[in-house]
């Protein structure tokens, strides 16, 4: 799967780092980091980190 | 550790002072000459940035889990339970239990709930609309905030006051008078307790399709939320989510009555009913600051800030900070995020329903309240805490009927 993240919206308030820890993380100088294209075993924790998303920043699509 | 020079020259407040107001000049001085302030209650940041980086910085901890222990509540049924707020965990306490409550929180959850937030919201106007006059917070705030928990728990609406009452009863606590109000608190959590035992019990039953439902069989990683956990949350956000809402609202036509063009604006163009909440928030949020606690001592800026130091964020004075917002009331405006739902980690986990409902009902209000105009004593809560008017008669001419 593929996900990416609208950094002009991101206010890295770090929600999706909670719902997808293996995804999403916010590094030591409080910026986000993510995998672009994650496993698909993390389909569900990476749907719920884009619904939860304050902001509505995160976009998920499938690979291909 | 000693104190940073610069600390001794910075502005001060007394925020015990019932007469301290967080929207006050002496506020906007001390904004203009310093990005924080001293207070006998810790330090208030005033500036967007600073506000910003703070309110997601995770060397501080949410900053109100010691209130009742503060104020002499240190056991029995409130202070265990304030003890169980989600704001109120940390690390990965706190992760657990979000994991679990957001998805029943999802935005796509609210997309069929609009409709009866705007029946209901039109309901309301309809029982005041042909007289020209309404106490806004008795005749709308309050019924619309109770029944729209109401709604979403799946309790019958006409049992609102109820609601109403116990949440009521319960914001005693945010109040120094705690310990003093401690009997009726306890009762008042018992019947949110009540609540939350009959719906758990029912959703288990049957279960349906919505929120309650989804709390009650929320599971991740083979984890679910225990009995007490759910009637725990259940309390939360019935307090939660019916004070702030009320609160907001009533503060939403404050700031509407003051800017009447933009309230015909808003009745030309209901679509702007999001961006008139977000608007409302950031000049006039009812949470007034957010706090937090150092978890050790670091170099921030040019001070040194010792491990559990009190820090209040100055949500209303940060979101007008003149750095990097354009002055005035404008819902047409593109401005960068305020800060009336928290941020971080702790971000407020209702803050879709907020959104939603509040944005449903300013624009049908505008629509059928015209002109409208305080007439008569409104009374406030302090310009500190959370605020708001506890009473706000309006009158109006009379809109569309529907």
């Not at chain 1, 910026?31 to 998303?53: I, K, T």
């Not at chain 2, 209130?67 to 690390?91: M, R």
């Not at chain 2, 209901?120 to 729209?148: K, S």
């Not at chain 2, 995020?337 to 907020?354: D, E, K, N, S, Y």
Request: aromatic content about 8%; proline content about 6%.
């Amino acid at each position: 799967m593929k996900v990416s993240v609208d950094r002009s919206v991101c206010q890295n308030h770090g929600q999706c780092a909670i719902a997808a820890p293996e995804v999403f993380d916010i590094a030591d100088d409080g910026e986000l980091v993510y995998e672009p294209e994650p496993s698909d075993e993390f389909e569900a924790d990476v749907e719920d980190a884009a619904d939860v998303c304050p902001v509505q920043a995160i976009l998920v699509g499938s690979a291909g | 550790m000693t104190v940073s020079a610069s600390r001794s020259a910075a502005p001060y407040f007394d925020i015990s002072d019932p007469a301290f107001s967080v929207q006050s000049e002496q506020v906007r001085a001390a904004r203009d000459a310093s990005w924080y302030a001293e207070t006998n209650y810790g330090l208030a940041i005033l500036r967007y940035e600073e506000v910003n980086r703070l309110m997601k910085d995770r060397r501080l901890r949410q900053g109100s889990a010691a209130w009742p222990a503060h104020n002499g509540v240190t056991e029995g049924p409130f202070a265990d339970w304030f003890a169980s707020w989600i704001l109120n965990k940390e690390g990965d306490d706190h992760k657990r239990l979000r994991r679990l409550l957001n998805p029943a929180f999802s935005p796509k959850l609210l997309a069929s709930l609009v409709p009866r937030f705007q029946e209901l919201a039109n309901e309301l106007i309809d029982a005041f609309h042909d007289t020209g006059h309404c106490d806004f917070v008795a005749q709308f705030g309050e019924p619309y905030a109770a029944r729209v928990i109401a709604i979403m728990l799946g309790i019958p609406e006409e049992e609102w006051p109820r609601i109403a009452g116990l949440s009521t009863t319960i914001g005693l606590s945010l109040g120094v008078t705690i310990k003093d109000d401690l009997p009726e608190i306890e009762t008042a959590l018992a019947g949110l307790y009540e609540y939350g035992d009959e719906l758990i019990e029912s959703r288990r039953r049957e279960p349906r399709d919505d929120f309650m439902t989804r709390l009650v069989q929320a599971e991740r990683d083979d984890d679910k939320l225990s009995h007490q956990e759910l009637r725990d949350t259940l309390a939360l956000l019935v307090f939660g989510g019916y004070d702030t809402t009320r609160n907001q609202l009533g503060l939403a036509m404050q700031a509407f009555v003051r800017n009447p063009d933009q309230w015909r604006l808003l009745a030309e163009r209901p679509e702007l009913g999001k961006a008139a909440v977000e608007e409302v928030m950031r000049v006039n949020p009812t949470v007034t600051w957010v706090t937090r606690e150092a978890l050790e001592d670091f170099t921030f800026q040019d001070i040194d800030i010792e491990a559990g130091t009190t820090i209040h964020l100055f949500s209303e004075s940060a979101g007008t900070d003149p750095r990097v917002m354009a002055g005035g009331f404008d819902i047409t405006a593109e401005r960068p995020p305020h800060f009336g739902f928290g941020g971080g980690a702790h971000h407020c986990l209702g803050h879709f329903v907020a959104r939603s409902d509040m944005s449903e009902a300013l624009p049908l209000l505008a629509r059928r309240l015209l002109e409208p105009r305080i007439d008569g004593d409104a009374t406030w809560l302090p310009l500190s805490g959370n605020t708001g008017p506890t009473r706000l008669p309006l009158s109006f001419q009379q809109g569309t009927k529907r």
